[in-house]
């Protein structure tokens, strides 16, 4: 079944699989996700990934969840900011912080997608997909 907006799938994923307290989460993979699981692994909010190819076109992510010694996930909220009905762009001056700072932005600019603080620190703004704490 195709998906109109693949971003919010793999956050709706990641967030039920995280919810439900299973080990991993198999996503269908595209350069772009596995661009945005690199970055939650990163970051600190995922174990690990495992990237299995069927083609050039095909394939799937296991996404292997992270969680504190007493079961609570490290992922506490994803949020979807930009969407295809619209999209929402921001200067790297506008790029916003929550959380004290504990909380992730991800922006897809012009050099690739990357986390806020590094596309303020590159003077980079662009599309704000999602925020992750």
Known sequence: MAVSDPIADFLT???NGARAQHRYVDIPWSKLKQHL???LKNQGFIENYLVKLDDSKRGTIRVFLKYTNSRVP???GLK??????????VGYADIPRFFGGMGVPIVSTSQGIMVGNE???KKL?????????
Do not use: N
């Open 37 to 39: 699981t690199e970055i």
């Open 119 to 121: 596309a303020t620190q």
């Open 13 to 15: 994923r990641i967030r």
């Open 80 to 89: 979807r900011m930009s969407k295809p009905g619209l999209r929402q762009y």
């Open 125 to 133: 703004g662009g599309e704000l997909l999602c925020l992750v704490w």
């Open 74 to 76: 490290v992922i506490q």
